[in-house]
C-alpha cells in the first residue's frame, strides 16, 4: 500500500523562482493537507482541501497556491521562493472529518531556499 | 486562537522508565486530539486517537487520556525501550472544524 505519497524528497531553488510539490493519495480519502514543519518547531496548516474542486486557507497561506482537481492529488505551488520557505512540506490526508478519522502522512519534502 | 503546548520539550530516560508526555490545549472545545510519532527525517505516524466524548484510548503499552474540561492530555508509555526514541507530537482539531493544531511535540530518548 503506497498511502500518501510526496515528491521530490528534497530540492533546492533558488530566491524567486517557482516549483510544484507533488502530493498523491491511493486510499480515496476526501481530505487532504499541507502542512510546513521549521526546526523544532510544530506542524502548521498551509492550506486544506475536503474535496475536489474545494480548497481553503490555513494558518500560512501567503505564498502558496492550491488546486484539487482529482480525489487523489493535491499539489502545492511555490510561485517565487523566498528563504521564509525554508522548510520541510508534509501532505497529509483523511477519509472525512468526522470525529474518529486520523490523518496519515506523507514522507515529507525538504526544501531549501538560497 | 488554539494553542497547543507540550511539556517537557526533550526527555531523556534509562530504558524499561515508565514515562508521561504532557500536551495542554487553550479551547476545550475540541473534535478529538492525536498524538503522533516522528521520527527523524521521517513523515508522522498516528498512535492514538481520542474523541471529544472519550476520557481515553490503549494502544499496546501506549495510553493517552483527555481531560477536555482542564485541557490537558498525557500519553503514558509503559516500560520504555530505545526503539521509543522519538520525537512526539500532540494535535487537536478544534470544534470550528479547523484541521489539525499541532504542539512542538516532545524528543524522547530512550537510553539502553
Known amino acids: 500500500n503506497a498511502g500518501v505519497t510526496q515528491t521530490p524528497k528534497f530540492r533546492i531553488l533558488k530566491i524567486g523562482q517557482s516549483m510544484t510539490l507533488q502530493c498523491t493519495q491511493d486510499?480515496?480519502?476526501?481530505?487532504m493537507y499541507w502542512y510546513r514543519q521549521d526546526p523544532g518547531m510544530g506542524l502548521k496548516l498551509i492550506y486544506y482541501?475536503?474535496?475536489?474542486?474545494?480548497?481553503d486557507k490555513g494558518e500560512v497561506p501567503n505564498g502558496y497556491n492550491v488546486s484539487r482537481s482529482t480525489t487523489e492529488d493535491f499539489p502545492l505551488r511555490l510561485e517565487l521562493a523566498a528563504p521564509s520557505q525554508t522548510s520541510v512540506y508534509f501532505c497529509?490526508?483523511?477519509?472525512?472529518?468526522?470525529?474518529?478519522?486520523?490523518?496519515?502522512f506523507g514522507s515529507g519534502t525538504q526544501l531549501s531556499v538560497l | 486562537k488554539q494553542e497547543v503546548t507540550q511539556i517537557p520539550a526533550a526527555l531523556s530516560v534509562p530504558e524499561g522508565e515508565n514515562l508521561v508526555l504532557n500536551c495542554s490545549f487553550t479551547?476545550?472545545?475540541?473534535?478529538?486530539l492525536q498524538w503522533f510519532r516522528q521520527d527523524p527525517g521521517k513523515g508522522l505516524t498516528s498512535l492514538l486517537l481520542?474523541?471529544?466524548?472519550?476520557r481515553e484510548q490503549t494502544s499496546g503499552r501506549l495510553n493517552a487520556s483527555l481531560d477536555k474540561s482542564s485541557g490537558r492530555s498525557t500519553l503514558y508509555i509503559a516500560a520504555s525501550q530505545p526503539g521509543d526514541s522519538a520525537t512526539y507530537l500532540c494535535?487537536?482539531?478544534?470544534?470550528?472544524?479547523?484541521?489539525?493544531?499541532f504542539g512542538k511535540g516532545t524528543r524522547l530518548s530512550v537510553i539502553a
Open positions: 497529509a490526508s483523511s477519509h472525512s472529518g468526522e470525529d474518529n478519522e486520523k490523518l496519515f
Open positions: 486510499m480515496n480519502h476526501n481530505y
Open positions: 482541501s475536503v474535496g475536489a474542486g474545494i480548497t
Open positions: 479551547d476545550s472545545a475540541i473534535y478529538n
Open positions: 481520542i474523541q471529544s466524548s472519550q
Open positions: 494535535a487537536v482539531w478544534d470544534s470550528g472544524n479547523t484541521p489539525l493544531v
